[in-house]
């Protein structure tokens, strides 16, 4: 599965989920412009004496407030929405069935330039595709062999290969957080 498809995916699933916080900011941002307006006509009532300038400047700095408060919480909405969208890419990565999380592994692996050393995966990973992985990586032309760590890493998904000193980090959250500035600008325009 290419990097498209998975951004495609991204983007379906980051779609659906922006509709629902929008419109729960919108509705948020209703209540806040309503209430702001009611706060300006008791200030209007209560200040009646007053000249009329000094009673628009009150109504129009309430407003204001209000709009700004309600811009912050649709940014915030829209922070949340492409960080839910990083995080499915993710979970979606990592629920692929066995053999087609093994390809997507291998094609990771593929990028690495050493050979040899310990892949290390998480517990559920390690069980699941482990064996089956390290025999494909082993299978290719490699001189250097490829070993099951017996570390475990934290990660949710994708590997960290060890080989002496040199460690990489090829973990789903490492992967998904390299692309993560380009497509945020990408997956905002296209909810948003």
Same mark, same amino acid.
């Given at each position: 599965?290419?990097?498209?498809?998975?951004?495609?995916?991204?983007?379906?699933?980051?779609? =659906?989920?922006? *509709? +629902?916080?929008?419109?729960?900011?919108?509705? @948020? $941002?209703?209540?806040?412009?309503?209430?702001?307006?009611?706060?300006?006509?008791?200030?209007? +009532?209560?200040?009646? =004496?007053?000249?009329?300038?000094?009673? *628009?400047?009150?109504?129009?700095?309430?407003?204001?407030?209000?709009?700004? $408060?309600?811009?912050?919480?649709?940014?915030?909405?829209? @922070?949340?929405?492409?960080?839910?969208?990083?995080?499915?890419?993710?979970?979606?990565?990592?629920?692929?069935?066995?053999? =087609? /999380?093994?390809?997507?592994?291998?094609?990771? /692996? &593929? $990028?690495?330039?050493?050979?040899?050393? $310990?892949?290390?995966?998480? =517990? +559920?990973?390690?069980?699941?595709?482990?064996?089956?992985?390290?025999?494909?990586?082993?299978?290719?032309?490699?001189?250097? @062999?490829?070993?099951?760590?017996?570390? +475990?890493?934290?990660?949710?998904?994708?590997?960290?290969?060890?080989?002496?000193?040199? *460690?990489?980090?090829?973990?789903?959250?490492?992967?998904?957080?390299?692309?993560?500035?380009?497509?945020?600008?990408?997956? &905002?325009?296209?909810?948003?």
């Amino acid at each position: 599965m290419s990097i498209q498809d998975i951004t495609g995916k991204i983007l379906d699933d980051a779609k =659906e989920h922006a *509709e +629902k916080i929008m419109t729960q900011a919108k509705n @948020q $941002e209703t209540s806040i412009l309503e209430s702001a307006n009611k706060q300006a006509e008791n200030i209007l +009532k209560s200040y009646a =004496e007053k000249s009329q300038a000094d009673t *628009e400047i009150i109504k129009n700095r309430k407003i204001s407030v209000a709009e700004l $408060e309600s811009r912050k919480i649709k940014l915030g909405a829209r @922070q949340k929405a492409v960080a839910i969208a990083f995080d499915k890419a993710i979970d979606k990565i990592a629920g692929f069935q066995d053999d =087609e /999380y093994i390809d997507f592994l291998l094609a990771m /692996y &593929a $990028e690495v330039t050493i050979e040899g050393g $310990e892949i290390c995966l998480n =517990e +559920k990973d390690r069980q699941r595709v482990g064996e089956k992985l390290v025999a494909k990586i082993n299978d290719g032309s490699q001189k250097e @062999q490829v070993k099951l760590s017996e570390d +475990k890493i934290s990660a949710r998904g994708g590997f960290i290969l060890k080989k002496g000193f040199i *460690e990489i980090n090829a973990t789903l959250e490492t992967l998904v957080n390299s692309v993560k500035e380009d497509a945020t600008g990408q997956i &905002a325009e296209i909810l948003f």
